[in-house]
């Protein structure tokens, strides 16, 4: 027998109590407390006391969840995985005109501090200027952009084209003028398949096949740049993700080859892993341990967090220890955390 939402609403004055626990357990809520469970009892009675006659228990529950931070497993059911929600709102914005999406995450740190300190022999080298010195805290920014070259190609695949700018900003060194030690260009171009076959209990939502060009655009001995081919396959099973990125690079001539070792440090692959909980991402990127036999690998590990209610920014913490955190210190060990905002994650 289907009630009505008037029939509902007719309960709901004689029998509030008992409304009240018939929501809870319709809407199949695992409760982490009697608080959320009370938050959202006292939603759903007042929003069924203010709804008009056509509004589903469905829409109220949705309305409830998000207000009082919940989630109901109908709505979890029916959200996309984290990585088909990313996936959803590049396609709502790829024809849009003037708009440029994210790509990797965009985000400032205001204070970057590296315990194991800058070296700044080469600079000295380069500017003949043997008293320049490095602090070991400075601010670090990344602006990542992609856009559609085309869409929907044969009803196959996608091709996009990219480009990330890495600085590094000696914000509080005023003694040689606060100048960027360092900023990394990536243009890179990819060609995009978003299969949804399903592997030992994961979705695997995108695959992708490009190149990639970096470099930090210094001449002399500050010289560095390399291009590569790759391919990336992602991921996902609920609110987990993870990628996997193996890469092959274009060989030079030796005598254009700035940095001939670079993959002894950066190796030939990287592993990508992220969690989303409610407004929270936590992200953590491994590459060349194994491959280097644990001597030249790296690792970092970021956290997003919510800033109050304010929409447009999030809290943002990372961590980075190893090689080629940047390409002029690729084959040096950093140690590095920092804290600043975060404008979009991976996630």
């Not at 029998?15 to 939603?43: E, K, N, Q, W, Y």
């Not at 992200?283 to 280097?292: D, G, Q, V, W």
Request: proline content about 4%; some cysteine.
């Amino acid at each position: 027998m289907r009630c009505s939402n008037i029939q509902i609403k007719r309960f709901y004055r004689r029998h509030p109590v008992r409304l009240g626990l018939m929501i809870l357990l319709l809407g199949g809520f695992v409760l982490p407390g009697l608080s959320m469970a009370d938050d959202l009892s006292t939603c759903m009675t007042v929003q069924m006391e203010q709804a008009s006659d056509s509004t589903t228990m469905g829409e109220l529950r949705a309305l409830c969840a998000k207000q009082t931070g919940g989630e109901t497993s109908a709505s979890q059911d029916n959200q996309p995985a984290v990585v088909d929600d990313r996936l959803k709102k590049d396609k709502e914005n790829v024809l849009q005109p003037f708009t440029l999406m994210a790509h990797k995450p965009n985000y400032f740190l205001l204070g970057a501090y590296n315990k194991a300190g800058y070296n700044a022999e080469l600079y000295q080298e380069q500017f003949d200027d043997p008293s320049l010195e490095f602090d070991d805290t400075e601010s670090q920014f990344q602006i990542s952009i992609k856009v559609p070259l085309a869409v929907d190609v044969f009803n196959s695949f996608d091709i996009y084209a990219a480009y990330s700018n890495r600085s590094f900003w000696q914000l509080y060194n005023s003694d040689i003028s606060r100048p960027f030690r360092e900023t990394n260009h990536e243009p890179e171009a990819w060609v995009q398949f978003t299969p949804g076959w399903e592997i030992f209990g994961f979705q695997n939502s995108a695959n992708s096949f490009g190149v990639v060009h970096q470099s930090n655009g210094r001449g002399g001995v500050l010289s560095r740049s390399w291009n590569r081919v790759y391919a990336s396959f992602i991921f996902q099973r609920g609110n987990f993700a993870l990628g996997f990125k193996p890469w092959i690079r274009i060989s030079e001539d030796v005598e254009d080859d700035d940095n001939p070792d670079i993959t002894d440090y950066l190796g030939h692959y990287e592993l990508r892993a992220g969690y989303k909980w409610r407004e929270h991402v936590f992200s953590a990127m491994s590459r060349n341990y194994l491959e280097s036999g644990f001597d030249r690998g790296a690792v970092e590990l970021g956290w997003s967090f919510p800033l109050w209610n304010y929409p447009y920014l999030k809290g943002y913490i990372q961590y980075f220890g190893g090689y080629g955190e940047s390409l002029i210190d690729y084959n040096q060990r950093v140690n590095r955390i920092g804290i600043g905002i975060s404008l979009t994650d991976w996630l």
